[in-house]
């Protein structure tokens, strides 16, 4: 597989330094396998779980040697956690919003309804104290987490009937994971945890009404577009998505110093560069939707939206008082969005729009 990432400062320097080293040159100190969420090789998603693999592999001249197992082959796709956790892989691939069932406060590790976009979801962990926040919280588990991706603002997902008012929303079955599942639980939806690898075959026999998945790079991948004809924007629920890989804690404090910083470095990279590839990939791969296969694009009404938004901020508000550390971690978060929406305001929103009008 061949890869070109888009890179600056330090992560092109770290990376650089490893891609002029064979893994072959050193003898493999540490064997690892890598369980993951994803159907195995799917592209931006897998592929992400494969370079960082390959990228901890030759980064570190061979001594560290990760493989690399999809959904299902070595574990379920839901026993990731459970499995890096107790030692049966040294590593996982995921994204936090699954592990709700282990702690509510996981979710604002993933993505939170109207919340952080992706840029602003890296400010927040890296320089905002969100990754402090999210390793106390995995320390409980006996892992270590890190952002290994992040697919930005996804699609509002794949309907067969048209939104055009809350109501429809009213026994709507979806698949919809997280705090969206929770709000659209409360709008009248039932939601539905899928694995990607069941979401095509479940739309199109009927089980569900409705999916949700990524956006057009993932969605054309899975030919979603066989089993709906409504394609809605935008996604509310994701609306910058982080993924993760989290590390046997026991296992990464054995590592030296030097490979510890490979590892979480390497997550650095991949980080960057799985944003920087669904900003390349998804405009192309909607053309294609609209243009050779047919799909009806269409926005979801205001009326839905902020109908859907009243839930969303009061589903993130109870689970802010589900305890004290996800009471922390919501304080946290929340002040980050409001400086980030401040900023947002007269940067990103007024620059877009001038944009778009200026070129007619």
């Not at 402090?132 to 509002?156: D, S």
């Not at 929303?169 to 919809?176: E, P």
């Not at 089980?207 to 394609?231: R, S």
Request: net charge neutral; aromatic share 10%.
């Amino acid at each position: 597989m061949q890869r070109r990432a888009l890179l600056t400062g330090a992560g092109a320097a770290t990376l650089a330094l490893g891609a002029g080293v064979k893994p072959a040159a050193a003898k493999a100190e540490h064997r690892w396998k890598m369980v993951t969420t994803w159907p195995k090789n799917f592209p931006g998603l897998g592929t992400g779980a494969n370079h960082l693999a390959e990228l901890i592999g030759q980064m570190s001249g061979g001594r560290i040697q990760v493989k690399v197992y999809g959904a299902g082959e070595l574990v379920p796709a839901f026993e990731v956690f459970d499995a890096v956790s107790r030692g049966t892989a040294q590593m996982g691939h995921g994204s936090a919003y699954y592990w709700k069932g282990k702690s509510e406060a996981a979710q604002f590790f993933s993505s939170v309804p109207f919340g952080l976009t992706g840029p602003e979801m890296n400010g927040w962990l890296y320089h905002g104290g969100g990754m402090e926040l999210w390793r106390e919280l995995y320390a409980r588990f006996g892992l270590v987490p890190a952002a290994a991706g992040n697919t930005g603002v996804q699609m509002g997902g794949w309907f067969n009937k048209e939104i055009g008012s809350v109501e429809d929303l009213k026994g709507l079955k979806m698949r919809i994971p997280g705090l969206g599942g929770e709000v659209l639980k409360r709008a009248g939806g039932t939601p539905v945890s899928l694995p990607g690898g069941e979401l095509f075959t479940s739309l199109q026999s009927g089980a569900i009404d409705a999916t949700e998945w990524v956006g057009p790079y993932n969605d054309l991948a899975f030919g979603l577009y066989k089993a709906a004809k409504y394609y809605y924007y935008p996604g509310w629920h994701e609306p910058g998505t982080t993924l993760e890989a989290m590390i046997n804690k026991e296992v990464f404090e054995a590592l030296p110093d030097d490979l510890q910083a490979i590892v979480l470095n390497a997550c650095k990279v991949v980080n960057q560069d799985m944003l920087a590839e669904y900003a390349a990939r998804n405009p192309t791969a909607l053309q294609t939707l609209l243009d050779e296969h047919g799909v009806e694009l269409r926005q979801y009404p205001d009326e839905v939206l902020l109908k859907l938004r009243t839930i969303a901020n009061e589903v993130v508000a109870e689970i802010a008082e589900k305890d004290a550390f996800s009471r922390k971690t919501f304080a946290s978060y929340q002040k980050f969005l409001t400086n980030a929406r401040d900023w947002s305001a007269i940067s990103d929103l007024v620059y877009l729009r001038a944009r778009d009008q200026l070129e007619g």
